[in-house]
């Protein structure tokens, strides 16, 4: 460690020193003036650019008032009078949404053309450089061959590696060799013979110990691991289309067992329907789980979107075909395919596919997809949702086509969530938001042909069901974040995932939990999410008794500026019953609830009736605005306190 300097007495400023000053103050007072008036200058024009950015919002703002009062129905949001500053930025608000969607299809539909000197470019140096050579090398004005050409630049340079045979295990074999500690625990937690607390299998591979080469003893907390109770809610049945694209998020979800934002697989849910007339199959596909522009272990990334794009056939299509020969489909069998985002496009090009290989695709299912430019077969009749002011339909900068006649039909319906001021656009992206409107769809359908298609759909989500979860993994390669860049923002107010998951554990009752981020669809659309395994579930079922995890995941949502919150709850005692709500706000500052109850095969029907006196039908509750307002405004007191 180098010594401290001895202290020195102060013997007055040299002739040296005094000339210096000197010179600096001649110097220095010319340039300070010089720069000073820059800075005005600067600040002058930075005010005019303000002003004048603050006029065109003004004017923007009443603009858009005046549109919207001669709609008969505002949306996405009613707008006041845009007199004050609030009222401006609602506005704006609402024009932002709408005009958002519309730009990025009208840049879709340019890309092409927009894009394709580049890509002609690009072609001239690969035939000098043949790394830099892909096909097409004229045809790129359009936006399939321009992604083609960009798929095509992507296999040269070491990207998009995608198109091989997946290897596609049971999801329960999947878990036993990858996390082995979670598969036993959710052993243990389907099992009631196994008793109330749970203990390790002797001889449980370890697979920390195996990686660090130590001799390590037992876990000290083995229902601390991450993922045992996101990975014990899977359900045993699907019964509505809101139930389908609840089951979405879940699956969307398990393709990340660890819960470490690194998906390792992808996830194919097969669910066989057994009744009187014969057998038939729901197949449904797991949405982008991974926005990194490498292809990683989970298939279902960045890359099989590029690919479609391209009108390629990826690695998790060719998993999704090989997961239906694997399950035993038959010829003649009725397949129903289903997915969100990513997963329709996916369900769409097995609709294809499968006819090829002999299967009876009859129906096709899909939520916030681009079908405008993969074809669907003439014999599958085709059910697409889409939220109007949802962008992702619109990226390939073609509507979905509109069937009613010279085959099965293919029918869209546009639906208006209900949107608060200053949501996120990536909210109306998202698998729960497309339940709602599932089963509005399902309460009151639009239109006679639409009430027809969801007759044909009802025998799919009857009879004794069976689910079947399988794992797609891309061999040899690792698994990627499900973001290529993190951006921490750090706030004074509020609690952290890990301090609210270590809270509610201390809670009497509570078993495991996990709190997590749930990115389905968009990059930028996060749900939080609480899973709890608990040994009762009548304490959690008053409303007073899970605010408080209301109040912590909240303090999540504005740290990280989610879109909503999800509680799901089940409980040793009552096997076969999942309790689930998922929160978010209004326009007003109310939050709005959707409760589901999710009663599958093993679960006893006087547990039921008395748990769920009313019934166990999907309910809507509406609470005021402060309704989980935090008990102690902690930065208040700390204010206080200073």
């Known amino acids: 460690m180098p010594s401290q300097p001895s202290p020195q007495l102060w013997r007055g400023r040299t002739a040296g020193g005094l000339l210096a000053l000197v010179l600096g103050l001649v110097v220095g007072i010319p340039v300070a003036l010089a720069l000073g008036l820059v800075l005005l200058v600067l600040g002058a024009v930075a005010g005019a650019v303000a002003l004048i950015g603050w006029l065109i919002g003004v004017a923007a703002a009443w603009v858009w008032f005046w549109i919207q009062r001669s709609r008969s129905v505002p949306y996405p949001f009613g707008t006041p009078e845009p007199v004050s500053r609030r009222a401006r930025r609602i506005a704006l608000s609402g024009l ?35 790394r830099w050579r892909a096909r097409p090398y004229l045809a790129v004005f359009t936006l399939p061959a321009l992604l083609r050409k960009v798929v095509g630049l992507g296999h040269r340079r070491g990207l998009l590696r995608d198109g091989q045979d997946a290897v596609i295990v049971p999801y329960d074999d999947f878990l036993a060799r990858a996390f082995p500690l ?32 130590l001799p390590l003893g037992p876990s000290p907390d083995p229902l601390g691991q991450p993922g045992i109770a996101a990975g014990a809610m899977r359900r045993r049945t699907i019964r509505t289309l809101r139930e389908l694209l609840l089951s979405q998020r879940e699956i969307d979800d398990l393709c990340d ?20 007339d014969g057998r038939r199959w729901i197949a449904q596909f797991a949405s982008t789980r991974t926005w990194h522009p490498r292809a990683g272990a989970a298939p279902n990334d960045l890359t099989a979107d590029l690919v479609i794009g391209g009108d390629e056939r990826p690695t998790v299509t060719r998993a999704a075909i090989e997961a239906l020969r694997r399950a035993g489909v038959r010829s003649g069998e009725p397949v129903c395919l289903a997915g969100f985002s990513l997963g329709g496009m996916i369900a769409a090009q097995v609709a294809t596919a499968a006819v090829d290989e002999g299967y009876t695709v009859s129906h096709l299912l899909v939520a916030g997809s ?4 993969i074809p669907v077969p003439d014999s599958t009749a085709v059910l697409a949702l889409e939220h109007v002011l949802d962008p992702v339909p619109r990226v390939e900068g073609r509507e979905n086509p509109l069937r009613t006649e010279g ?23 998202a698998s729960t938001a497309y339940a709602d409107t599932a089963a509005a769809v399902e309460e009151s359908p639009p239109d006679v042909r639409v009430a027809t298609l969801l007759a044909e759909l009802a025998p799919f989500l009857r009879g004794a069901q069976r689910i079947h979860d399988r794992s797609a993994v891309r061999p ?4 990627r974040p499900s973001v290529p860049l993190y951006l921490h923002s750090t706030v004074q107010e509020g609690i952290t995932r890990g301090t609210l998951r270590q809270t509610v554990r201390r809670l009497p009752g509570v078993i495991a939990v996990d709190v997590y981020q749930s990115r389905s669809g968009f990059a930028t659309t996060i749900l939080w999410n609480a899973d709890i395994l608990v040994r009762v579930l009548d304490p959690w079922l008053v ?12 303090s999540l949502l504005a740290r990280r500026r989610a879109v909503g919150i999800h509680l799901r709850l089940q409980a040793r005692e009552t096997p076969g019953i999942t309790w689930e709500a998922t929160l978010q706000r209004l326009s007003d500052g109310r939050w709005r609830e959707a409760v589901d109850i999710t009663v599958d095969d093993r679960a006893d029907p006087s547990d039921v009736a008395r748990l769920f006196p009313g019934g166990t039908a999907p309910v809507v509750v509406i609470h005021p605005p402060d309704a989980f307002a935090p008990v102690l405004d902690v930065a208040f007191q700390r204010a206080s306190s200073d």
């Open 543 to 554: 409303a007073a008794g899970r605010t408080a995890v209301y109040r912590g995941l909240l």
């Open 476 to 479: 040899g390669l690792p698994p």
């Open 182 to 213: 979670i598969k036993d625990v959710l052993d243990w937690w389907d099992d009631p013979a196994r008793g109330d607390d749970y203990t390790p299998t002797p001889g449980l591979p370890d697979v920390p110990a195996g990686l660090l080469g």
């Open 96 to 130: 932002y949404l709408s005009l958002a969607p519309r730009a990025i299809g009208g840049i879709a539909r340019l890309a092409g053309w927009l894009l394709a000197p580049l890509a002609l470019l690009v072609s001239l140096v690969g035939v000098v450089l043949p």
């Open 407 to 429: 085959g099965r039909p293919f029918l869209t319906v546009k639906a208006r969530p209900p949107l608060a001021v200053g949501f996120k656009i990536g909210a109306l992206h």
């Open 370 to 373: 681009p079908l405008g430019r």
């Open 257 to 276: 067992p660890d819960l470490d934002d690194r998906p390792d697989t992808a996830l194919v849910r097969l669910v066989q329907v057994d009744a009187p």
